[in-house]
């Protein structure tokens, strides 16, 4: 999957009546290689679960496209689209949500394939059981309610949900997030094995940089609307380039008791979308900003191999 220059603003009513535009995705260029997971990183507000929508047709961009193996998502007839929504699929972020409570997780699996009218009901039911299985959980309990179970239990029917349909592409937002430390990794090492098995391709969005760690091969860091930076994970962590990439890695809680915490090197909160800094949207929070910085956008390079970052440090 390639997103070019992918916009989506969405219109808010101001003082007086007069809509502004919520930039939640402001000219992002990024490309998902088959088989691997590209994990997509930033603080709550930035536009990752947006942009993770926008790649499976639950929003239509502003401006920009979204290609699929070089075919555009946007512009397709009715046959084609049925097509796509097979191919590329979504784990959302809150099972409680994301489920129906009135209906039976059995029937929530098997929808997709009623829909798209695949198999007979005796075919769907056996492939809810091979599914319920794959995700760890007893065929039985395909005649149970979401309220029956466990978070842990209702994020793998979710899961299930996702895959029923054998797709290709899963964008997987905050798959994790609300579920116990022990269960996220019960769960971050279910998504790896289907993965292998299934061959499939992952975007992992998520605000945790431990557990992108985890799971991805390359990872992408998404601020205000826009990529930062953009490499393979051990680049990545082992040598960030661009300043907001430092502090989010600073922040993160290391496992030693001896190690005394980074200091804090972010100050303020993350301007609003609706009116983004000018120059480098992170210049009012960089403390390496220059006079530079608030007038000129700075361009897209490759500063190592296969390590990009947009920055004036790196001219």
Same mark, same amino acid.
């Given at each position: 999957m390639e997103f070019k220059n992918v916009r989506k603003y969405f219109p808010v009513k101001g003082r007086g009546g007069a809509d502004a535009l919520l930039k939640a995705v402001d000219g992002v260029s990024l490309g998902v290689q088959r088989g691997e997971t590209l994990g997509l990183v930033g603080e709550s507000g930035c536009g990752k679960s947006t942009l993770g929508?926008?790649? $499976?047709?639950?929003?239509?961009?502003?401006?920009?496209? $979204?290609?699929?193996?070089?075919h555009s998502i946007l512009h397709a007839d009715r046959a084609s689209a049925r097509d796509f929504s097979r191919k590329v699929q979504m784990i959302f972020q809150d099972p409680y949500s994301s489920l129906d409570p009135r209906q039976k997780i059995g029937a929530a699996i098997a929808e997709g394939l009623h829909i798209h009218g695949l198999g007979t009901r005796a075919s769907r039911r056996a492939r809810v059981t091979e599914i319920l299985d794959w995700v760890g959980l007893n065929p039985e309990f395909a005649n149970r309610y979401p309220h029956q179970f466990s978070g842990g239990q209702r994020q793998r029917v979710a899961i299930a949900r996702a895959l029923v349909l054998s797709p290709e592409f899963v964008v997987c937002d905050e798959p994790v997030s609300a579920l116990d430390v022990s269960i996220q990794a019960q769960v971050l090492n279910l998504l790896q094995e289907l993965q292998e098995r299934l061959a499939l391709t992952y975007l992992f969005i998520s605000h945790d940089l431990s557990v992108v760690s985890h799971v991805s091969d390359r990872v992408a860091v998404m601020y205000l609307g826009a990529i930062v930076e953009c490499a393979p994970r051990s680049g990545l962590y082992g040598h960030p380039l661009h300043p907001y990439t430092q502090a989010l890695l600073a922040a993160v809680p290391a496992p030693d008791p001896d190690r005394r915490p980074v200091a804090a090197q972010l100050s303020g909160d993350l301007p609003s979308p609706i009116a983004p800094p000018s120059g480098c949207r992170f210049h009012p929070r960089c403390p390496k900003c220059f006079e530079k910085c608030p007038v000129v956008p700075p361009a897209w390079r490759e500063v190592e191999p296969n390590h990009f970052v947009s920055c004036h440090l790196y001219p």
């Open positions: 929508r926008l790649a $499976v047709r639950l929003y239509q961009p502003t401006a920009g496209e $979204v290609l699929i193996e070089g």
